[in-house]
């Protein structure tokens, strides 16, 4: 086990032993700048753990200043766990475009209904027990036993890893020493306050140790930083090098009936963005050139397709994606099509994720920007 204030690898510069980081300098410092959040108790006051559990899903990927207005409105619309276990599937991932990575709005509402189901509408307080839940993973379970519960997790996020790594001098890269990392930071997490500690965390990793030009002036655990005194603290945590993202290459069909709607296709369950609506589009393919004629294969009527200029980018984790968008007319409105016509000015009202509204924008505008 490793203990706080133990040896482990360094960075080159070494020098003599400096105090460990204390929880008191840290905690003392969050009680006069801890950060003004919409999902944060006031001082003092026990958090509400629905609004931890949608604050950390919404985060997860995400900057707090997109969240707010998310959260803020899923709050006044599904006011308790319960609410959003009843809601509509639907309407759940119409509120959550453009926050992205829809698996998670999906796991959220599977999450809200399992905390209905297996514990009467509250939240376990207990780790193991919310690991259980749908779209809970080590980091959210943990975030959530500490900052509802006050129960002493130790929660990872890419924040905190920048902290310990500076803190520690820790020079291995990542992600292979988020172990190490772990260790150090479960060695740190006091028993008393341990939610306002991680959140403390959280926020010194926000804001003073910024991933460049960390302000260590001002920072509560500047005389135990190993990194500061070795001058590396900015080019801590290394990570190891990423393979490029692929790019993949697909057709988007933009189909237009005689009353000026135009035809949307509900993406299948699994997989990407899956249950979320989409202008219909051929596979996405990796490659170097997408081979037109093919993709044409996947058109969702045999009508004259007009290729419009120029090409709309998106990027996901794993790869980038290029996609052509071509429009066609429909004149026969009784012909069979797989999707639902829309209007487009009832486009709000569909769960259209940001990849499908830039389809939208950019066929709307004829392919110009
Ligand atoms: S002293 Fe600087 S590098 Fe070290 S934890 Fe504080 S802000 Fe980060």
Request: proline fraction near 5%; hydrophobic fraction near 40%; glycine fraction near 8%.
């Given at each position: 086990m490793i203990v706080a204030g133990d040896s482990f690898p360094v960075g080159p510069a070494g020098g003599p032993d400096l105090p460990a980081p204390r929880p008191a300098d840290l905690l003392a410092w969050y009680d006069a700048h801890r950060r003004q959040l919409p999902w944060r108790s006031a001082p003092g006051t026990v958090a509400d753990p629905y609004h931890v559990w949608l604050s950390?899903?919404?985060?997860?990927?995400?900057?707090?200043?997109?969240?707010?207005?998310?959260?803020?409105?899923?709050?006044?619309r599904w006011p308790t766990v319960a609410d959003l276990a009843a809601a509509d599937l639907d309407a759940v991932l119409k509120e959550w475009a453009g926050l992205g990575?829809?698996?998670?709005?999906?796991?959220?509402?599977?999450c809200a209904q399992a905390v209905v189901a297996r514990h009467g509408g509250r939240f376990p307080a207990d780790e193991s027990a919310l690991l259980d839940l749908p779209g809970i993973g080590a980091y959210t379970a943990a975030a959530i036993a500490a900052i509802a519960f006050d129960l002493p997790a130790t929660a990872m996020d890419g924040n905190v890893e920048r902290v310990l790594s500076r803190i520690y001098a820790v020079t291995d890269p990542l992600p292979g020493s988020k172990p190490t990392l772990k260790a150090l930071a479960s060695a740190l997490v006091p028993a008393k306050r341990p939610g306002d500690y991680t959140q403390a965390l959280f926020d010194l990793g926000a804001t003073l140790c910024s991933p460049r030009n960390p302000c260590c002036v001002l920072c509560p655990w500047r005389d135990a930083c190993r990194?500061?005194?070795?001058?590396?603290?900015?080019?801590?945590?290394?990570?190891?090098?990423?393979?490029?993202?692929?790019t993949r290459r697909g057709v988007a069909f933009w189909l237009t009936n005689a009353r000026g709607q135009v035809l949307l296709r509900r993406r299948p369950e699994s997989g990407l963005l899956g249950g979320m609506m989409e202008v219909p589009s051929s596979a996405w393919e990796p490659g170097a050139d997408l081979a037109y004629t093919r993709a044409l294969a996947w058109a969702p009527a045999a009508v004259d397709w007009q290729r419009l200029p120029g090409i709309v980018r998106h990027t996901f984790t794993h790869f980038h994606l290029e996609l052509t968008v071509v429009r066609g007319h429909l004149v026969d409105d009784g012909a069979a099509v797989?999707?639902?016509?829309c209007a487009p000015a009832d486009f709000h009202d569909q769960a259209l994720p940001t990849v499908m509204r830039k389809v939208v924008t950019w066929a709307r505008s004829g392919g110009k920007d």
């Open positions: 950390e899903i919404m985060l997860q990927q995400t900057t707090v200043v997109t969240v707010g207005p998310y959260f803020q409105r899923f709050l006044a990575y829809y698996a998670r709005a999906r796991n959220l509402h599977a990194g500061r005194r070795d001058g590396i603290a900015d080019l801590l945590p290394r990570k190891a090098e990423k393979a490029a993202k692929p797989d999707g639902v016509w």
